[in-house]
């Protein structure tokens, strides 16, 4: 299994001389093993991936990728047009997104193509599109690889995933706040409660099971790519934004015996200096509270082996 990240940033693609190093697209990261490629989120990271696949099979129309979303906002999905793959007669796309109660998968990403957004309507894709919407904690197959799912939370609800093959396990885990002081759900929270108004006891054990879905969806694994957007202070400044802290993530990697922790969904504003002390600094956290635990900092291009492929 081999895990490469195409697109390692939050909320907008910040390209410029501050962030060489790390990169400036959006969340998108591939998973191969064997002959099954798994896409991760479709963030602007997406379009050089598709370009590079062209050059193989997908330009002849013979290829096959299944893309995981893990919620529709747009650093998420904003690649998805420029999906070179999309306009190839004879390619299948497989798209797998939690499922809603009020709006289908196809309607959200079909929408940021029609006019006057995009030149060109989804519908004049010429590869075989299927869209698969997800129930929360469900388990499924893609090939040889299995897929896990978990609940984040996040203002409109977001989705962690698994993926285990050959022995081998990496987990996904962006976009999500800390399982405390806020529970969010389908709405964004403009407002977040003050320090000293208590959760109520059924929103407590609601953060506490979420929370606990995710240890489980860690477990064992052999890479955890986990949202750490904010610093200390940015979460003090806003934490109804729905987005952790390094040591959030490594508390959860702890817990569930996770082997290495990437730091992922970089805030648009941080330099690649600052990415590189924020690493720093999460690992001297995780020394001193997760000893064992390796911590790297994601960055376009990065290129992950976990065994045989």
């Known amino acids: 299994m081999r895990v490469r990240f195409w697109g390692v ?8 001389s501050g962030t060489v190093r790390y990169g ?3 969340s998108c990261v591939e998973v191969e093993s064997g002959g099954t490629r798994v896409i991760i989120d479709a963030g602007t990271g997406l379009r050089r991936l598709g370009k ?4 193989g099979t997908p330009s002849e129309g013979k290829g096959d990728a299944h893309i995981l979303i893990s919620h529709t906002h747009w650093d998420h999905i904003q690649g998805l047009p420029f999906f070179a793959p ?21 309607t959200v990403l079909a929408g940021q193509t029609e006019a006057p957004y995009f030149p060109r309507p989804f519908d004049t894709a010429r590869a075989e599109v ?20 978990a609940q984040l939370n996040h203002p409109y609800v977001a989705t ?17 706040a800390p399982f405390e002081k806020i529970l ?34 860690c477990e064992g694994a052999d890479l955890v790519v986990y949202d750490t957007m904010f610093t200390d202070a940015d979460y003090e400044r806003s934490p109804h934004f729905g987005h952790s802290r390094p040591a959030d993530a490594i508390a959860i990697c702890r817990q569930a015996g996770a082997k290495r922790l990437a730091l992922f969904h970089h805030a648009p504003e941080r330099t690649d200096e600052e990415v590189d002390r924020m690493r720093d600094e999460a690992r001297a ?25």
Do not use: M
């Open 24 to 26: 400036g697209n959006t």
């Open 52 to 55: 590079q696949l062209v050059r």
């Open 184 to 217: 969010f759900g389908e709405e964004f929270i403009a407002r977040p409660p003050a320090d000293d108004e208590p959760l109520s006891s059924s929103d407590q054990a609601h953060l506490a099971r979420l929370r606990q879905g995710v240890v489980r969806l």
């Open 130 to 149: 299927d869209f698969c919407e997800l129930p929360d904690n469900h388990r499924f197959e893609i090939a040889d690889v299995r897929v896990t799912t």
């Open 86 to 106: 999309l306009y190839q007669a004879g390619n299948r796309l497989n798209i797998y997104a939690r499922k809603r109660d009020d709006l289908r998968l196809r």
């Open 160 to 176: 962690a995933y698994a993926l285990e093959a050959g022995g081998r396990k990496v987990a996904y885990v962006s976009d999500t």
């Open 285 to 309: 956290h995780a020394a001193r509270h997760a000893p064992g635990l390796e911590v790297v900092a994601a960055f376009e291009g990065l290129d992950v082996g976990l065994g045989p492929t």
């Open 9 to 16: 940033r939050g909320s907008v693609p910040v390209p410029g």
